[in-house]
């Protein structure tokens, strides 16, 4: 919840039955004008129980329309629906205003049926009638009308049996003759769920949604003070000490939530740094684990060197000495090769043995 006090913005307090639109007309007048189909983020909770509806007043700055230029504050006050609990939420609504706003500027009357003035929006009225004065009251409202879709096709459909101008024309009638005004209220067509795919839809959206901008624009400087609410619903004071009570109690409910999401926040940081040293320190066994393993190799490396070194000389001593006696055999064999074929030269007196011999004695000194 905001404070909307002294804060330079124009006020719009939207008021009406459970399920009549405030809330869904209030998310979709403070976001940017959609060109999808695409629902609207819920700045404001929209009731999910047409039979109870919202049980406390949301107070907000808004841009109009996602406009960075176009500053305004809006009240989706709390639903009413029934005598039993009307006074509860008149209460509710009194607190937040007393709270946390100065002026109101302009109140919209939201309805979703235009043929009939329902007993609930008649006592609705007549209460704000009460809390702000009549005359204040109705020279500052204006009247919203959410459920009449807006395509050409709907309109069209409608004018059949009877146009949107004519249904605007015979609610202010039923309006004039309930509440003995003197005058029609200004009154526009807003569908808050119209189809931002649609250019008919959404270009009316934004037409008339410009419309009631410029009529809160044009509303008196100072706007209605809420100063004077208590003093003309002084019945209720009983009712507001309760409220103020459930507000401190939820309140302190909060605080204590709170508190306790910061202690989990930090126990969950205490486990995490717990968990970070544990594995550092498993790392570090594992290090020192694996450098005294390989200490320990190359202490049994040393050790085995003295004894390896001497066997290895020897091993080369002993394959040189088997060389070097191969050797003296192949050089005999080749000199007894070359003896026995001189002598069968000399012998049989051929060139051919001669030649023989001189190759035999080669192949043997090259064994």
């Given at each position: 919840m905001s404070d909307l006090r002294n804060n330079g913005r124009k006020k719009l307090l939207f008021l009406g039955v459970t399920g009549s639109g405030k809330s869904a007309l209030c998310n979709v007048l403070s976001q940017p004008v959609k060109t999808f189909d695409t629902p609207p983020t819920l700045?404001?909770?929209?009731?999910?129980?047409?039979?109870?509806?919202?049980?406390?007043?949301?107070?907000?700055?808004?841009?109009?329309?996602?406009?960075?230029?176009?500053?305004?504050?809006?009240?989706?006050?709390?639903?009413?629906?029934?005598?039993?609990m009307t006074n509860t939420a008149v209460a509710e609504l009194i607190v937040s205003l007393k709270d946390s706003c100065d002026f109101i500027h302009l109140f919209a009357i939201v309805v979703s049926c235009p043929k009939r003035i329902e007993a609930s929006l008649k006592e609705t009225i007549e209460l704000f009638e009460g809390m702000f004065g009549k005359k204040r009251f109705w020279n500052n409202s204006v009247v919203i009308i959410t459920n009449l879709?807006?395509?050409?096709?709907?309109?069209?459909?409608?004018?059949?049996?009877?146009?949107?101008e004519q249904l605007i024309k015979d609610f202010n009638t039923r309006l004039v003759e309930t509440f003995n005004l003197e005058r029609f209220i200004p009154t526009c067509i807003i569908d808050a769920h119209y189809r931002g795919s649609k250019s008919d839809e959404r270009d009316r959206f934004e037409n008339t949604a410009n419309s009631l901008w410029r009529l809160l624009m044009?509303?008196?400087?100072?706007?209605?003070?809420?100063?004077?609410?208590?003093?003309?619903?002084?019945?209720?004071?009983?009712?507001?000490?309760?409220?103020?009570?459930?507000?401190?109690?939820?309140?302190?409910?909060?605080?204590?939530?709170?508190?306790?999401?910061?202690?989990?926040?930090?126990?969950?940081?205490?486990?995490?740094?717990?968990?970070?040293?544990?594995?550092?320190?498993?790392?570090?066994?594992?290090?020192?684990?694996?450098?005294?393993?390989?200490?320990?190799?190359?202490?049994?490396?040393?050790?085995?060197?003295?004894?390896?070194?001497?066997?290895?000389?020897?091993?080369?001593?002993?394959?040189?000495?088997?060389?070097?006696?191969?050797?003296?055999?192949?050089?005999?064999?080749?000199?007894?090769?070359?003896?026995?074929a001189a002598a069968a030269a000399a012998s049989e007196g051929g060139t051919a043995a001669v030649v023989t011999a001189t190759t035999a004695a080669a192949v043997a000194l090259t064994r």
């Open positions: 700045n404001f909770p929209e009731t999910t129980n047409q039979r109870i509806g919202n049980t406390q007043t949301i107070l907000k700055n808004i841009d109009f329309l996602g406009r960075n230029n176009e500053n305004i504050s809006f009240i989706d006050t709390v639903g009413f629906n029934s005598t039993e879709p807006q395509s050409d096709v709907e309109i069209s459909r409608r004018s059949m049996r009877n146009s949107d044009n509303s008196t400087h100072t706007g209605v003070s809420v100063r004077n609410v208590e003093s003309v619903t002084g019945r209720l004071e009983g009712l507001q000490g309760e409220v103020y009570q459930e507000r401190e109690e939820r309140r302190k409910a909060h605080r204590k939530a709170e508190k306790a999401q910061r202690e989990a926040e930090k126990a969950q940081r205490e486990a995490e740094n717990a968990r970070k040293k544990a594995e550092k320190a498993e790392f570090t066994k594992n290090c020192v684990v694996g450098a005294g393993g390989a200490i320990v190799a190359a202490g049994l490396g040393i050790m085995a060197a003295p004894v390896l070194v001497p066997a290895a000389v020897t091993a080369a001593q002993a394959a040189a000495a088997t060389a070097a006696s191969a050797a003296s055999a192949a050089a005999a064999s080749a000199t007894t090769a070359a003896s026995v």
